[in-house]
Each structure stands twice: as structure tokens, then as C-alpha cells.
């Protein structure tokens, strides 16, 4: 049960991550529309928090092949 708790904590965690680095992306849009920064900062950082979401979902997906394979 303990485990359970642990998996389902991690998950809350990455998912935090990806709303944090939506934030980010989200942020990024608007700062390019009102201060007109620099289009290619723009895209670099966008990038940037994408390459960070790409690793968090492998992470998860982890988390929850451990949990299938526990139920079969």
C-alpha cells in the first residue's frame, strides 16, 4: 500500500511539473504578444520547457507500467 502511495505521489508531482511548464509556455505567448520580445527568445524557450515535458513523461509512464504490471 505504501508503494501505491509513492507511485500516486510521483504522478501528482509530474503533473505539477507539466502545469508548472504550461505556466512557462503560456507566460512566454503572452510576453511575445504585449512587450513584442524578441521572436527567436521566444522560441527558445518554448522549446526548452517542451524538451523539459518530454522527459517528465517518460518518467510517468514508468510510474504506471510499474502499476499494470503489479495488477496482472
Not at 521572436?39 to 518518467?59: C, D, F, Q, S, Y
Amino acid at each position: 500500500m505504501a508503494e501505491n502511495k509513492d507511485v500516486i505521489h510521483e504522478l501528482l508531482m509530474d503533473i505539477k511539473r507539466i502545469e508548472s511548464a504550461i505556466e512557462k509556455i503560456d507566460n512566454t505567448c503572452k510576453k511575445f504578444d504585449e512587450e513584442k520580445i524578441d521572436a527567436v527568445m521566444a522560441l527558445l524557450k518554448i522549446k526548452g520547457t517542451l524538451e523539459n515535458i518530454r522527459k517528465i513523461l517518460p518518467h510517468m509512464h514508468s510510474f504506471l507500467n510499474v502499476e499494470d504490471n503489479k495488477s496482472s
